[in-house]
Each structure stands twice: as C-alpha cells, then as structure tokens.
C-alpha cells in the first residue's frame, strides 16, 4: 500500500467517521429532550437511554481528562436508574466504573454485585477480573470466577485453570478439562502446556512438580495439544506440526505437518507462517 493511497484512506475514514457523529447528534436531538422529560418524571428506562446517549459520544475526543462533561452525564443518568434497581444501567455503571484509566473500582463492585448474584455472567466475569488485578485476596477472585464457570463460562473455566495451577494441580487440570470439553481450545492448551517437558527440563524440577501432585507426561501434553490444536488454537497448531516435521513422538508425515501450519498462519501465528513458508530451523524449537 502506497503513501499517498494510505493518506486517502485515513481521510476517508476520518470523512465517514465525522458524518456519522453529525447524524447521531441530528438524530438524537429529535429525542433528546423528550427523555430529559421523561427522566424528569422518574422513568428509570427513560434514565438509562440518557446514560447510553452520553456514553455513546463520550468516545468523540475532548480535551478534560477522564471526567469530560459526556462521562459525568453519563454517571448522573446511569446512577439515577441504577438506585430505582434497572438492572441495564446498574451494569453500564459497574463497568464504566471499572474501566482503565478512569476506575473507581469500589464503586464498580458495589453496581456490580447487584446483578452479579442474580446470575448475570458478565458481571461475575468482570468482579473475578477486578479482584485478580485489585486484591491479594485470591478467594474473591475464584469465588466470582466459579460462580461464571458454573453457568458453563469457558473463559472462567480457563482463568481457575491459571490460578489453580499456582496452588492446586488437581483442580487445575478439573477446570482446564471442563473447559476443553465445551470446545475451549485455550483450555486444552493449557493442559497441553502443563504436562509438558522438554528435554532440558532438569530431573530435579519434575520431581518437585511430582511432590506438588502433578506427573509431567508428555503422552498427555501431545494428546491435549492435538485436541487444542483441533479445536483451533494457533500456537498448538504449529506445535502439531513441529512434531509431524520432525517425527518427535509421532510417526514423521511432513503433509500432515504443513496443513497444522497452514492452520496456524491463516490465524496470523507468526511462527506458523514462518514454518508454512519454510523459514524455520527446526533444531532450534524446542516443543
């Protein structure tokens, strides 16, 4: 792509991006002041569509930090529905106020529970996310996370499998097997990498793994790889076919190894594309 075709396009984007504001501000002119009235009235449903609007062009650029004048309305109209128990704009709140670099995370986790408890998945996700980056107290983090797991969330299922895997290989491999089991490609990779060793791995470290409750067995990481690496993550796929080149643990079928990085560099895995391409020097991989 050309400079001068890449300026154009930059521009058009910016033409088309502009107009689009222009309209939303046409159009929600029409509206606007009928809502003001009716938010007026108490009309929490009327309040949350305010805090929408607001958060909605909260996005175009303004020069006052993290609290522009559209954030504050946004806040005012989502707190005024939220206390009447509109379960939309108690979320929006939660997650506004848990959003980077503007957080005010107790905030966020008071609107947050508030639904979190009925069961809605998303704020469960988001409190288990919180207390992992907030708290040394791990508890609420795997408290929220398992709450999500058990409404058949994969990606929290993943995310105990991370943690436990810190403390417990028992429950790891338990929600890492949960997870790969509804499809999650992330999970069966994660039991992939916990089983493996590679040749440089010292006696003495899987012996200490060993005493902690986990035998590395690398019959297992190939088999969850694979299924990983079917169920479509890049990097198992390139793993996969690293091992059909070269015929570590798996009969040699360089066919079968180049349609694992064909796999893989359609997703964009770097090191699948190199090896797709030829690029590779496969005594210096270690899988």
């Known amino acids: 792509m050309n400079k001068q075709f890449y300026s154009l396009l930059i521009l058009l984007t910016i033409f088309i ?9 046409k159009e929600s002119k029409i509206n606007i002041s009928q809502l003001k009235k009716q938010a ?5 449903k009327a309040e949350n569509a305010l805090g929408d609007y607001y958060d909605s062009i909260t996005r175009m650029p303004v020069n006052e930090g993290c609290f522009p004048y559209n954030r ?10 939220a206390r009447q128990g509109y379960t939309k704009a108690q979320k929006s709140l939660g997650m506004l106020y848990t959003q980077l670099p503007c957080s005010e995370y107790d905030k966020g986790i ?20 919180v207390y992992y ?18 409404l058949n969330n994969t990606t929290a299922m993943l995310e105990l499998g991370r943690i436990y895997e810190k403390y417990d290989y028992d429950k790891a491999i ?18 992939c990498n916990l089983y493996f060793m590679s040749q440089d791995t010292p006696e003495e470290e899987i012996k200490r793994y060993k005493e902690k409750g986990l035998n590395k067995d690398n019959k297992k990481s190939d088999k969850y790889c694979l299924i990983s690496a079917n169920q479509g993550k890049a990097e198992a796929q ?11 643990r798996v009969l040699k079928n360089e066919k079968k190894a180049m349609e694992y990085f064909k796999k893989s560099c359609l997703q964009k895995y770097d090191m699948g594309c190199d090896a797709y391409h030829g690029k590779m020097n496969f005594n210096d991989v270690t899988y």
């Open 17 to 25: 991006w502009n107009n689009n504001n222009i309209a939303l501000s």
């Open 40 to 44: 007026k009235r108490g009309d929490a």
């Open 72 to 81: 504050r309305q946004t806040i005012k109209y989502y707190t005024k529905a």
């Open 110 to 129: 008071y609107w947050l529970k508030k639904i979190a408890f009925k069961g809605d998945v998303e704020a469960q996700m988001r409190l288990g996310y």
């Open 133 to 150: 980056m907030t708290s040394n107290v791990i508890e609420e983090t795997i408290f929220w996370y398992e709450k999500a797991a058990k």
């Open 174 to 191: 338990y929600w890492y097997k949960k997870g790969m089991a509804l499809g999650n490609a992330y999970s069966s990779f994660g039991l």
């Open 238 to 248: 390139f793993t996969v076919g690293a091992q059909y080149m070269t015929g570590r």
